[in-house]
Nanobody, 121 residues
Framework: QVQLVESGGGLVQAGGSLRLSCAAS????????LGWYRQAPGKQRELVAG???????NYVDSVKGRFTIGRDNAKNTVYLQMNSLDPEDTAVYYC???????????????WGQGIQVTVSS
């Protein structure tokens, strides 16, 4: 199996920055896609940013120009640099990986436990 551990969340004032990290460990053959999702109280979980194994990225419109996703394939780690934070970014952020645990295995979805990001006005 694959375990994902997030770090870097916390409380920040509006306009500030945070950097989230997510380290994947376990029986990993390959990680095809890494993403960050978030869920605010009373709202559905949404994809914030994602990155493929080849480095292609996608972002939700509300964070374009403010957030940057990156990955270190050698360390099985994904990062989310969040700048110009707004109170609307307050949510629990979840790391997601689409990974194979063996050659020929089906890809499966894995999730981290979530980390709180709170932006004060």
């Amino acid at each position: 199996q694959v375990q994902l551990v997030e770090s870097g969340g916390g409380l920040v004032q509006a306009g500030g920055s945070l950097r989230l990290s997510c380290a994947a460990s376990g029986s990993i053959f390959s990680i095809n896609y890494l993403g960050w999702y978030r869920q605010a109280p009373g709202k559905q979980r949404e994809l914030v940013a994602g990155i493929t194994s080849g480095g292609s990225t996608n972002y939700v419109d509300s964070v374009k120009g403010r957030f940057t996703i990156g990955r270190d394939n050698a360390k099985n780690t994904v990062y989310l640099q969040m700048n110009s934070l707004d109170p609307e970014d307050t949510a629990v952020y979840y790391c997601n990986a689409v990974a194979n645990i063996c050659s020929g295995c089906y890809s499966e979805n894995y999730w981290g436990q979530g980390i709180q990001v709170t932006v004060s006005s």
